[in-house]
């Protein structure tokens, strides 16, 4: 164990020299809202969910190194009113119908908006029209959900090793694609098991055939908000 520590919050967590904040806490066991970020994944830093305050000045806790001594704050009530609006953001730009969706009550992106308390998605919806994508015989991709954190994209290509997704565009035009000439999922290489489809933290990426399978009251946030199931270390999304 590291003799290093910082103060997340007032307690003190250990870490060694060039983990991140994030890893560093959530191997400690203490959760930061996050949504593009997976221990063992390179930082993205894009969804800006874990933005805290460090020693005075904001920064991503995904992909700031720890520094010993350091006070980094998390849990304030500035940086969960900007969160909240950063989610509200994310709702509106997508279609996020829960109530109809396989994932609700497994999906981390509703999860940390029950856990910071955003109610209401404040901003006029966009209702986009992406493609939806059914081709493959054991995957549904709906691009209406995605919010392009790029897990799937890494897990794809540096765990599987199939380099199945992309992101094409840039600003309102981005948007997931899948590398195959036809553009379409069944002509990819992709398969049910790969670790790709363990990392959605919506419902834009789903296997078939699963959806609704588990009780209402027995889904993965159900009973405890996301970040204080046991144990308490967000090892993947779903
Ligand atoms: S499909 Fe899911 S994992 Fe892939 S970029 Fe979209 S939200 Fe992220
Ligand atoms: S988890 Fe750090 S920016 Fe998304």
Redesign the pocket.
Known sequence: MSAKTFLLDGQPVSFVDGQTIMDAALAAGVYIPHLCHLPGYRPQGSCKLCTVDIGGRRGAACTNAAVENVDVKCETQELNADRRSLLQMLFVEGNHFCPSCEKSGNCALQAVAYRVGMRDPHFPHFYPAHDMDASHPEVL?DRN?????????RASRDVDGKNV?AISGRGMRAR?IVNASSGRLADTPLAAGDRAMT????G??LTKRQGFSVPIGRRTYDLKPIGTTAPARETQHG
Do not use: D, H, K
């Open positions: 991709l959900r995605c919010i392009l954190c790029e897990l799937c994209v997704f997931l990392v959605c933290p919506t834009a990426l």
